[in-house]
Antibody, heavy 123, light 106 residues
Framework: EVQLLESGGGLVQPGGSLRLSCAASGFTFSTYAMAWVRQAPGKGLEWVSAISGSGSTTYYGDSVKGRITISRDNSKNLVYLQMNSLRGEDTAPYYC????????????????WGQGTMVTVSS | EIVLTQSPATLSLSPGERATLSCRASQSVSSYLAWYQQKPGQAPRLLIYDSSNRATGIPARFSGSGSGTDFTLTISSLEPEDFAVYYCQQRSNWITFGQGTRLEIK
């Protein structure tokens, strides 16, 4: 069974940093892209970042570009999201998701999701 | 950025009825459109990928259609567990989501 378990969320002051982790199990981790998607309270879904299976290619949404770094450790089945210069509008649960190309295209759909880790940016 | 506009914002129907949800893209996304279901307090669940392909384990009452800029998610006969928020997502040019359609019990 595929499982994605996020951790690392919490309360951080504006301008602070946080590193989220996602532990994956139940599939061959290195052969799948991974991504982070967030959802501001009461709002819709917003894609944040994605990384290819090998880790050689990364993608970032416009609202976080320059402040966030995605990485992965295929030996440990972990994906990370390093977030810096955090703002109030970054407050959201952050979901880890498995990315799929289904044989074509460059960007991903997301077929498995974790339950999310909450990030709150407030003084 | 490709903007996805979902309609209606809220759809009120009864169990057993047919639901038709729409997603319109600001420019062509070919067939690179997915649909997700999200219930309160839960993560999203993939229903349909690449316009018309049901994801693993998704019941046959869910179907998707469309290409280019206009897409439809149809639920043929609503079950009580289908009342939720539905999002479309394109992966043609970066990744964006629609704002969601809330399907509520009438």
């Amino acid at each position: 069974e595929v499982q994605l378990l996020e951790s690392g969320g919490g309360l951080v002051q504006p301008g602070g940093s946080l590193r989220l982790s996602c532990a994956a199990s139940g599939f061959t981790f290195s052969t799948y892209a991974m991504a982070w998607v967030r959802q501001a309270p009461g709002k819709g879904l917003e894609w944040v970042s994605a990384i290819s299976g090998s880790g050689s290619t990364t993608y970032y949404g416009d609202s976080v570009k320059g402040r966030i770094t995605i990485s992965r450790d295929n030996s440990k089945n972990l994906v990370y999201l390093q977030m810096n210069s955090l703002r109030g509008e970054d407050t959201a649960p952050y979901y880890c998701a498995r990315g799929r190309l289904y044989g074509s295209g460059t960007y991903y759909s997301f077929d498995k999701w974790g339950q999310g880790t909450m990030v709150t940016v407030s003084s | 950025e490709i903007v996805l506009t979902q309609s209606p914002a809220t759809l009120s129907l009864s169990p057993g009825e047919r639901a038709t949800l729409s997603c319109r893209a600001s420019q062509s996304v070919s067939s690179y459109l997915a649909w997700y279901q999200q219930k309160p307090g839960q993560a999203p669940r993939l229903l349909i990928y690449d316009s018309s392909n049901r994801a693993t384990g998704i019941p046959a009452r869910f179907s998707g259609s469309g290409s280019g800029t206009d897409f439809t998610l149809t639920i043929s006969s609503l079950e009580p567990e289908d009342f939720a928020v539905y999002y479309c997502q394109q992966r043609s040019n970066w990744i964006t989501f629609g704002q969601g359609t809330r399907l509520e019990i009438k």
